[in-house]
């Protein structure tokens, strides 16, 4: 049997209601908050594992959570999700004026530029400060740094070559160690500087910092998993070894990585 959208909004308007679910008819926003960023990053999750029949799946469940809280806003006679609809679809429509107006545009990158003008303008954003500050507090900070980065480019704000990111960072880090006799406050000042200099590095080359992050931990894991493999097989525990004996079983980790592996 098929479902359409009416009808998942029914079934979570049904569960929301008097003689719905006790879980359900109890949720709010802030209760929900989490569920939809988990949900999101599972969805990408299988993104990235290109594991198409669980992404149906995470879909579902982004979606549950957009009609969840449309429902509440519903209840309360704010808006519903038609409304949510309408406001999507005039927002693709007016920010691609290429397609359903007459612009012309030859690339890709001048697309986003028109969808940055366009935000801006229909925002009122004076100055690019106020768009910096009108990013979500809410992302995971590699983004939202990397998303204020290219801001401050698109504003002339911006190192002229890879060279000079890459100067900065060493700067940076220069600081950083010389903080190392400092306070705890400071030191974490300085790392975020570091942090926010490597972020700099990331836009020039286009890679997306939060990726390259989770795909380093991914690969870390990995291989110290093969670590605890070795010093099981040799009866030992990676406690009572010395750095010495960790470094040349994390070599052997290292050198036996898997081909597909980056």
Same mark, same amino acid.
Request: proline share 0%.
């Given at each position: 049997m098929k479902y359409t959208l009416e009808d998942f909004k029914k079934i979570i308007a049904h569960l929301r209601a008097e003689d719905g679910c006790p879980w359900d008819k109890v949720q709010t926003h802030q209760t929900l908050k989490v569920a939809m960023l988990e949900e999101a990053y599972e969805a990408v &999750?299988? +993104?990235e594992k290109n594991d198409i029949q669980n992404l149906k799946e995470e879909?579902?469940?982004?979606?549950?959570?957009v009609v969840f809280h449309a429902q509440i806003e519903?209840?309360?006679?704010?808006?519903?999700?038609? &409304?949510? +609809?309408?406001?999507i679809s005039e927002k693709m429509i007016t920010r691609h004026p290429h397609i359903f107006a007459k612009e012309k545009v030859n690339t890709p990158q001048e697309v986003l530029q028109n969808w940055e003008q366009i935000k801006n303008k229909e925002k009122n954003y004076k100055t690019q400060a106020e768009s910096m500050k009108n990013i979500a507090d809410a992302l995971p900070a590699l983004i939202k740094a990397?998303?204020?980065?290219?801001?401050?480019?698109?504003?002339?704000?911006?190192?002229e070559t890879i060279e000079q990111s890459i100067e900065n960072v060493q700067k940076q880090l220069q600081k950083f160690e010389h903080s190392f006799t400092k306070s705890q406050q400071c030191q974490q000042k300085e790392l975020g500087n570091l942090l926010l200099a490597l972020v700099n590095v990331s836009t020039f080359l286009e890679i997306n910092p939060e990726f390259a992050l989770t795909k380093a931990v991914k690969k870390f894991i990995n291989r110290f998993e093969c670590v605890e493999q070795y010093a099981l097989m040799d009866n030992r525990s990676l406690s009572d070894m010395t750095l010495e004996e960790l470094e040349l079983f994390w070599l052997q980790a290292k050198h036996s990585k898997s081909p597909t592996e980056e």
């Open positions: &999750d299988a +993104i879909l579902g469940d982004v979606l549950l959570q519903e209840e309360k006679g704010n808006f519903d999700l038609s &409304d949510v +609809i309408t406001a990397q998303k204020i980065q290219k801001k401050a480019k698109q504003a002339g704000f911006y190192f």
